[in-house]
């Protein structure tokens, strides 16, 4: 919001003029507090204290033009855990998470089972995860290792 003229304070009888500037990917909804209306150019009168809001709506977002799944690379032992997270971006690089609505998958071979976007690992080996929302698909790598077993060791004088 710009107001005009600007300065801290302001007389009695003064006549500001209050725009409603938005930022690209947001529109201008309406004056709230001492000023109503949704005209984004507004004059108010200081005739006593005043409290104005401007109030903002974020756009749609334009159709998704690229994927991106992460973590990518990924990194785990065998029967461990690894959630993935999808984001779809615009033309005009605004970005969303898409994660719910994303089909993840692991290539064939790699064993192991998808709850959601989390994958438990099956077997060891360097795999493709790859992700599908809507028309759009990408990929990132996973390589599974064998888990580090530490035995203790025990020491013995003869």
């Given at each position: 919001m710009v107001s005009e003229p600007v300065q801290a304070t302001y007389h009695y009888g003064e006549v500001v003029t209050l725009t409603a500037e938005a930022e690209d990917g947001w529109t201008f909804t309406g004056w709230g507090g001492d000023l109503s209306g949704d005209a984004s150019l507004e004059?108010?009168?200081m005739d006593e204290g005043k409290s104005v809001t401007a109030t903002f709506s974020q756009d749609a977002p334009l159709p998704a033009v690229?994927?991106?799944?992460?973590?990518?690379?990924?990194?785990?032992?065998?029967?461990?855990?690894?959630?993935?997270?999808?984001?779809?971006?615009?033309?005009?690089g605004y970005t969303w998470d898409v994660t719910s609505?994303?089909?993840?998958?692991?290539?064939?071979?790699?064993?192991?089972?998808w709850t959601g976007n989390v994958?438990?690992?099956g077997k060891v080996g360097d795999w493709t995860v790859t992700g599908e929302y809507k028309e759009l698909t990408d990929t990132a790598s996973l390589t599974v290792n064998l888990a580090k077993i530490f035995l203790p060791v025990v020491l013995r004088n003869h």
């Amino acid at each position: 919001m710009v107001s005009e003229p600007v300065q801290a304070t302001y007389h009695y009888g003064e006549v500001v003029t209050l725009t409603a500037e938005a930022e690209d990917g947001w529109t201008f909804t309406g004056w709230g507090g001492d000023l109503s209306g949704d005209a984004s150019l507004e004059t108010i009168t200081m005739d006593e204290g005043k409290s104005v809001t401007a109030t903002f709506s974020q756009d749609a977002p334009l159709p998704a033009v690229k994927l991106t799944i992460t973590p990518d690379p990924g990194d785990v032992t065998v029967s461990q855990a690894i959630a993935y997270t999808a984001m779809a971006e615009d033309v005009q690089g605004y970005t969303w998470d898409v994660t719910s609505e994303t089909a993840f998958s692991i290539e064939a071979g790699a064993g192991g089972s998808w709850t959601g976007n989390v994958y438990s690992s099956g077997k060891v080996g360097d795999w493709t995860v790859t992700g599908e929302y809507k028309e759009l698909t990408d990929t990132a790598s996973l390589t599974v290792n064998l888990a580090k077993i530490f035995l203790p060791v025990v020491l013995r004088n003869h």
